[in-house]
């Protein structure tokens, strides 16, 4: 076998083995399902369940992505200044950290209060736990721009304007992607945890109505789906940042360095 | 006649206007003037403030005291007829060769409203510059495709592609290898004969002075002030060959001789 199937088997290949130990264990220490279900169980569940959790499962990507989209514009524009200016940098970026440092399942009560329950405060949980890294990477990059760069264009009278769209948008590219990766997951942990707390539909309340019920095999189920779903959007935006930020991915292959 | 005139120039760093008495004197009273196509080198210590004299040139700073002039206009913001060039080559690493230098297109008018109409010439502009530095088959190249030597060549290419009058040069060739910036030498003095603009070149390497420049001026270390001015009279072109006359030796160690005491032996 090459080493690079090897690679790409890889991944499944640890979730096998996972997923046989655990079966081992639950087996071995005769755990009773309702603490701990077999992986078959699980499945089961799964299969049992499939309607309520296509159903509730399409309500929470649908609520994670509209967060999420929110996140991602609030982020850029938010990034964009705290990374031009130095002025806002200072005046915004200790607020943010602070901000973040924030429990956000705390929060979700006070959503309800203002909000109600359902999907408001899911929405609103999911942004608010992922828009942060996106701001974080694009201040970055925007805050590391080469000096003499930034003279070169101005030089030429570039417009603060004309210095963002050609420099510092497409230069941010690679951190922004990256962002993305990491942003998309903690928008599935914003609104799952919201709709534990205060949803009336979703992932998070299947879990909430199962675990009340001791159906722990549900829960498990339930967990499963978002799993799959954060992978799923994780590998999306996995393939967006190979496809435009190739230019930041040196030396592959097909490429050769010039000598001179 | 003259073209950039610098008179009694002070430029102060890290003032924030309150408190003049504070900050660093980076320099001091300086008098400059520079004609018309005139190629002058400013040679001397690190961190004498030959880097700032070019920012000033460009409006990049303003002095706290004295005058900057540029066609007998006084600098108070950016010009827009200036190319310059770094020690950094800062490519842009997602553009190509040829879009990297066809950069300040995009910016500087007229050249920047007329960007669709002009597209092909302004790609053959592009193109017949990067073939002047030898840099023809590498249009197509991302930067970090090519060497440093490479690199620098493609930044004097969007350095010049607006046809600036005045190319403001600082260290660029600082970072190469021996042989690379001697190459680099050449390249350079034969833009200025295809270009025949103003060029103010920053280094600290004497030889590249006297091997490029009419004039050299020699700074002394912090706060700047132009202790020395020489004109260099080579017969041009200069060659590799000519570096190793006598008279092009002496002219060298003259400047160095200004430059302040070596360590003793």
Not at chain 1, 19 to 30: E, G, I, P, R
Not at chain 2, 38 to 61: M, N, Q, Y
Not at chain 2, 93 to 102: A, E, K, L, T
Request: net charge positive; glycine share 8%.
């Amino acid at each position: 076998m090459s080493a690079n199937s090897l690679q790409r088997l890889a991944p499944w290949l640890t979730a096998a083995v996972l997923v046989a130990a655990w079966w081992l264990a639950v087996v071995a220490f005769d755990i009773k399902t309702f603490v701990l279900p077999t992986p078959w169980e699980v499945l089961k569940a799964l299969y049992t369940y499939r309607y309520a959790l296509f159903i509730n499962g399409l309500a929470t990507l649908s609520t994670t992505l509209l967060g999420f989209v929110v996140a991602v514009v609030f982020g850029m524009a938010l990034g964009i200044v705290v990374g031009s200016s130095r002025l806002a940098y200072s005046a915004l970026y200790p607020l943010l950290v602070g901000f973040n440092s924030v429990p956000k399942a705390a929060l979700v009560p006070i959503f309800v209060i203002w909000f109600g329950t359902g999907t408001v405060p899911a929405v609103i949980t999911a942004f608010m736990l992922s828009f942060f890294p996106i701001v974080a990477n694009i201040a970055t990059a925007f805050a590391t721009i080469e000096p003499e760069l930034l003279e070169v264009m101005r030089s030429l009278g570039a417009s603060q304007r004309d210095m963002t769209v050609k420099i510092g948008i497409p230069r941010s590219m690679p951190y922004f992607f990256a962002s993305l990766k990491i942003a998309v997951t903690l928008a599935f942990v914003g609104s799952v945890i919201a709709e534990i707390v205060a949803g009336n539909n979703g992932i998070g309340n299947v879990m909430l109505i199962a675990s009340s019920n001791f159906n722990v095999s549900l829960v498990f189920a339930a967990l499963f789906v978002v799993g799959i779903m954060g992978v799923g959007m994780y590998a999306i935006f996995d393939i967006f940042e190979r496809r435009m930020t190739a230019w930041s991915v040196r030396g592959s292959a097909t490429l050769q360095q010039f000598g001179g | 006649m003259t073209f950039i005139q610098l008179t009694d120039v002070d430029l102060i760093y890290g003032s924030a206007g309150s408190n003049p008495g504070e900050g660093t004197l980076a320099v001091s009273s300086a008098n400059l003037s520079i004609a018309h196509g005139e190629f002058l080198a400013l040679v001397g210590p690190s961190g004498c403030g030959k880097s700032t004299l070019l920012k000033l040139i460009a409006g990049l700073v303003r002095p706290n005291r004295g005058s900057v002039k540029v066609d007998n206009e006084e600098v108070i913001r950016p010009l827009k007829t200036v190319g310059m060039a770094f020690q950094n080559a800062t490519l842009l690493p997602w553009r190509n060769i040829r879009d990297n230098v066809m950069l300040p297109l995009e910016i500087v008018e007229p050249y920047r409203s007329r960007q669709k109409e002009d597209r092909a010439q302004n790609r053959d502009r592009a193109e017949t510059l990067l073939a002047k530095v030898g840099l023809s088959d590498f249009a197509d190249r991302m930067p970090w495709q090519l060497s440093g030597g490479m690199q620098q060549r493609a930044q004097l290419c969007r350095a010049l592609i607006h046809e600036p009058s005045i190319l403001l040069l600082d260290e660029p060739f600082a970072a190469l290898d021996t042989f690379t910036r001697e190459e680099l030498w050449d390249v350079l003095q034969e833009l200025w004969a295809f270009r025949k603009c103003t060029i103010v070149l920053v280094t600290h390497e004497l030889r590249e002075a006297v091997f490029l420049a009419q004039t050299v001026h020699v700074m002394s270390a912090r706060p700047g002030r132009i202790i020395k001015s020489r004109s260099v009279d080579l017969p041009r072109p200069c060659t590799l060959a000519s570096t190793f006359q006598p008279h092009f030796v002496e002219l060298v160690q003259d400047l160095r001789n200004h430059i302040g005491p070596g360590k003793q032996p």
